[in-house]
Each structure stands twice: as C-alpha cells, then as structure tokens.
C-alpha cells in the first residue's frame, strides 16, 4: 500500500470523526491508529473545552467516550415555565472544514509536518436548539502518523440555520460543547 500524505490522513481524521458521530464504533479504532504512539491531543478552548490526553490508550478513551455520547441527554439551565425549554439530548453535530493549509518550518515541502485545518461545527439538540460555531485543528505529524492536535473553538456561538439559540444560557451553550466535544 503506497503511503498517503498527510493531507490525505488529515481528511482522513475528518471522515472518521464524522462515522463516529454517527455511531460506528469502527471509528475509533480508525481514528486512533492513526495516532503515534505518544500522541498528544490538546482541547485549548475556554473552560469548560480544555483538557490534554497523552497516549494512543488515552486518546483511544476520548474517542470511546464520544461516541458513547451520541443522544446524551442534558439538563438546560435556561429552562423556566414560560420559556417552553425542556431537557433535550445531543443531536446533530456536523464540522465543514472550510479550508486545510500545510505549515512548513523549514521552508517549501510537498508534504510539510504541520496542517492548519479551520472548519465551522453545527451544534443541536434532538430539538432544533443549538448553535454554529468555529474554530481550528493544528496538526503535527512524527512520519505518517498524528504527534499532536491542538483543538481551539471560538467561545462565540452564532446563529445557526434551522436551530434556535434563543433560551440557551452561556451554562448551556458549554454544556452542548462539552457534550459534541463538538470541534472534533
């Protein structure tokens, strides 16, 4: 089997992550060899979204835990009896990334060792709440597998189409994040 490049494996980390939102539990397994054995996946958002995981094993249990989250229910803060907000689960979480770009240290490379990847995620709820959001992924590769991947999400939620933001408290809006770990 001929190598792929990294840009290929960076798409190929973006299909995984969205077989297993849909619930292939193959996609853990996929995603996690794709990892050095010491690997480093690093959330560098605000509070509640940081957190460091070091290890292929460590990795591989983040990844478990996010697919064992797919219809999570959560508890909405925002909720009053007038408001008509309920409890909900997680539903739709969908990342388009919008652009890839390789980051060469040591001057022009075909194949550099760092990929900057910026993408826009669509966060909901099993009933049309929730939120757009953007942010990046900063690759760095050791040979053909992944050393590290920085994660970093706006704390900024926007409006996005078909979901309703309004009712959602700052409280909320982390907890649908933390629960989507939404920019994987």
């Known amino acids: 089997m001929a190598m792929q490049s990294r840009e290929e494996i960076v798409d190929r980390y973006f299909n995984y992550i969205r077989d297993l939102r849909s619930g292939s539990e193959n996609a853990v397994d996929q995603l996690t ?24 094993n460590a990795i591989r249990t983040l990844y478990s835990n996010r697919l064992k989250a797919s219809g999570m229910p959560l ?3 925002g909720q009053s009896d007038d408001s008509g907000l309920r409890d909900a689960a997680l539903g739709m979480v969908e990342t388009h990334v919008n ?22 995620t669509i966060i909901g709820t099993n009933d049309e ?4 959001v953007s942010g990046n992924h900063t690759f760095t590769f050791k040979g053909d597998r992944i050393a590290s991947l920085k994660v970093v999400m706006s704390p900024k939620a926007e409006q996005a189409d078909g979901l309703r933001l ?19």
């Open 33 to 56: 060899e794709l990892w050095d054995e010491e690997g480093v996946f690093e959330f560098a958002g605000a509070p509640p979204l940081v957190g460091t995981f070091v290890g292929r």
């Open 75 to 77: 508890a909405f803060n």
């Open 99 to 120: 652009r890839i770009r390789g980051l060469d240290r040591e001057g022009v490379s075909d194949d550099p060792d760092r990929y900057a990847v910026g993408w826009t």
């Open 129 to 132: 709440r929730g939120f757009e």
């Open 166 to 184: 309004e009712g959602l408290t700052v409280d909320d809006i982390g907890r649908l994040s933390l629960a989507a770990w939404a920019v994987v």
